[in-house]
């Protein structure tokens, strides 16, 4: 494969970039009741569509699995203690000199910014589903960041954290890697990913 077939990357950002299922695990008081209520959110988003409020579907999910109301809003008063990945930085930092980085993500506005923040990298492109109007993996986020890439889908290849992202990038034409590091189990056998792999690391020789 050649290493200039794409002219750019898109990265889901919470799941892809950030390990936000330590600061759910943090919040809810252990790992189990973390990524129960983390699991919960993912699948009240994705079968979301239309956009409303991300927030609120944060303490929807908490609701549903039992957790403390406040303990919701904590977490989205703690977003900012979010903390990327070991290898993200570095591997944003070489792939940024080679080819255009972006980022699309179900987060709202404000807490994209403040996860943005935290991978410690000028990210120029981020598109939101808040901004978009739709979650993923409705194609709308999707198509609005490859128009601000202005890429062809085949030529931009998808970092994918979470199952649902997979068919969802893959249904745009994106060619698909997926950055499963909590060996999360694929929706179906119909979209299957290029690539797959605990770690980013991986991405530098492809790109």
């Given at each position: 494969?050649?290493?200039?077939?794409?002219?750019?990357?898109?990265?889901?950002?919470?799941?892809?970039?950030?390990?936000?299922?330590?600061?759910?695990?943090?919040?809810?008081?252990?790992?189990?009741?973390?990524?129960?209520?983390?699991?919960?959110?993912?699948?009240?988003?994705?079968?979301?569509?239309?956009?409303?409020?991300?927030?609120?579907?944060?303490?929807?999910?908490?609701?549903?699995?039992?957790?403390?109301?406040?303990?919701?809003?904590?977490?989205?008063?703690?977003?900012?203690?979010?903390?990327?990945?070991?290898?993200?930085?570095?591997?944003?930092?070489?792939?940024?000199?080679?080819?255009?980085?972006a980022v699309v993500?179900?987060?709202?506005?404000?807490?994209?910014?403040?996860?943005?923040?935290?991978?410690?990298?000028?990210?120029?492109?981020?598109?939101?589903?808040?901004?978009?109007?739709?979650?993923?993996?409705?194609?709308?986020?999707?198509?609005?960041?490859?128009?601000?890439?202005?890429?062809k889908p085949e030529?931009?290849?998808?970092?994918?954290?979470?199952?649902?992202?997979?068919?969802?990038?893959?249904?745009?034409?994106?060619?698909?890697?997926?950055?499963?590091?909590?060996?999360?189990?694929?929706?179906?056998?119909?979209?299957r990913p290029l690539?797959?792999?605990?770690?980013?690391?991986?991405?530098?020789?492809?790109?």
């Amino acid at each position: 494969m050649s290493k200039d077939k794409y002219q750019a990357i898109l990265f889901d950002l919470l799941t892809a970039l950030l390990n936000s299922w330590s600061l759910w695990s943090k919040v809810a008081g252990s790992d189990r009741a973390g990524f129960n209520w983390r699991n919960r959110y993912l699948k009240l988003t994705y079968q979301a569509g239309a956009y409303r409020s991300y927030e609120g579907i944060i303490r929807e999910a908490g609701k549903d699995v039992g957790m403390p109301y406040e303990r919701a809003n904590e977490l989205i008063q703690r977003w900012g203690e979010v903390e990327p990945w070991p290898e993200t930085i570095g591997v944003l930092r070489e792939l940024i000199g080679k080819v255009p980085v972006a980022v699309v993500t179900n987060s709202s506005i404000a807490l994209a910014e403040v996860a943005v923040s935290r991978t410690g990298i000028s990210i120029p492109i981020v598109i939101t589903a808040e901004e978009a109007g739709y979650y993923k993996p409705n194609p709308q986020p999707y198509r609005m960041a490859l128009e601000r890439l202005r890429c062809k889908p085949e030529n931009v290849i998808f970092v994918a954290g979470s199952a649902s992202d997979v068919p969802g990038a893959s249904g745009v034409g994106m060619p698909v890697f997926w950055h499963n590091r909590m060996n999360l189990k694929p929706l179906d056998s119909s979209s299957r990913p290029l690539y797959v792999s605990d770690t980013l690391i991986p991405l530098l020789d492809i790109v």
